[in-house]
């Protein structure tokens, strides 16, 4: 049998994304139709059909992607508890993105409310992107001292903005900034060594001062909000230790959108608390990908359809 109490669900961000996530969720589990329907009521567009056919540079689109994923990731998870009641976890995180969708889970966000707000994050950071325009790139090979060393030199060489975006597991490492700068990062990580540096397929500066504008609506956004106390301790982007109130809650996300997104160390966080398993729910397995750079020897089970929900509950009975 699974041990619940020391399994993490954790959920993606952006970049998980795939036309057709959730299609099979819904021909196997009525509650994961109802998830997607409530969606397309809430937000008044047909969000399940744009998952389920594209096209694809609609999704890709991030104030489409955000809903998209939040809603797979619960549809997910409401399709495993349908067939295991008791598969409540220990713990729970959240990629960016996800960690809207980790609250939900915690059942700290209402789902009606967090449809809105992952489409109204989406709305604002597409805006910021386009009031200030910026880039991310991924670099592999480096360590997290190195890459501040190659943004600190970046800005001092462009007077630009770059900063440390995500540091995603060891030598993964996603730097976010303007143009000029990311170009110059670039050049500068594989002068310092770096395997690989290359852009991503991204037209906002994610998690760098340039979303400040996006920020601050955000926080307006927010104000709406009614948090309740999560039930289950989730572990923070921005400080990788556990939110435990409703004000810690709005804090983290006030921040998050301009703040490094910190998951080796959320990661090794829970692992520290007690966490052998880690169940991935939503589209792909980057995070399961990511698990297995930060600690071999900890279990990742990327949920990702209704055939994996099935074999994972058959194999954790036995």
Known sequence: MMNWTKTAFVFPGQGSQVVGMG????????????TFENADDILGFGLSTLCFEGPEATLNDT?????ALYVAGIATLRALQQ???DAVPSFVAGHSLGELTALTAAGALAFEDGVRLVRERGRLMKAAGEQSPGAMAALLGLDTEAV???CAKAREQTGGVLVLANDNCPGQIVISGDNTAIDAGIELAKKAGARRA???AVSI?????LMESASAEFQEALKGIDFSEPTIPIYANVTAAPLTSAEAIREELNNQLTHSVRWTESVRAMIAAGAEHFVELGPKDVLSGLLRRIDRSKKGVPLNSAASIKQFIESAAN
């Open 63 to 67: 104030i489409n992607t955000q809903p």
């Open 83 to 85: 067939e295991a009641p």
């Open 198 to 200: 290359v852009k991503l």
């Open 23 to 34: 299609k099979d969720l819904v021909e196997a589990y009525p509650v994961a139709r109802e």
């Open 148 to 150: 501040l060393d190659v």
């Open 205 to 209: 500066a994610a998690h760098s001062p």
